[in-house]
Nanobody
Framework: QVQVVESGGGLVQAGGSLRLSCTAS????????MGWFRQAPGKEREVVSC????????YYTDSVKGRFTISKDNAKNVLYLQMNSLRPEDTAMYYC?????????????????WGQGTQVTVSS
């Protein structure tokens, strides 16, 4: 019974910042590739960023490059997504996922385990 839990979402003005956090239990966190994904109403789920098992390889979708940073703290078993210079188009439900295929297949929005999501709303 793997459980993935996200937190840190909220309402922020355009240009502001948020940091999302994710914890996972029931799996070997340090050995799991992890990713952040998002889905807006009426839109398909898309990959935002992901990080490989070793933490040495990352992927970012073009629209967030230079603004978002993914990191994985294996000592604390926490995955982070630092989001800066937020834009209204970043508004979505953000999901953390474990055992992501993103770094194996760049851009793939697939993973084995998903959290419930945390809402990010950016006002214009």
């Amino acid at each position: 019974q793997v459980q993935v839990v996200e937190s840190g979402g909220g309402l922020v003005q355009a240009g502001g910042s948020l940091r999302l956090s994710c914890t996972a239990s029931g799996l070997a966190f340090a050995d799991a590739a992890m990713g952040w994904f998002r889905q807006a109403p009426g839109k398909e789920r898309e990959v935002v960023s992901c990080i490989n098992i070793g933490g040495g390889s990352t992927y970012y979708t073009d629209s967030v490059k230079g603004r978002f940073t993914i990191s994985k703290d294996n000592a604390k078993n926490v995955l982070y997504l630092q989001m800066n210079s937020l834009r209204p188009e970043d508004t979505a439900m953000y999901y953390c996922a474990a055992e992501s295929l993103c770094t194996v297949i760049p851009g793939a929005a697939e993973a084995n385990y998903w959290g419930q999501g945390t809402q990010v709303t950016v006002s214009s």
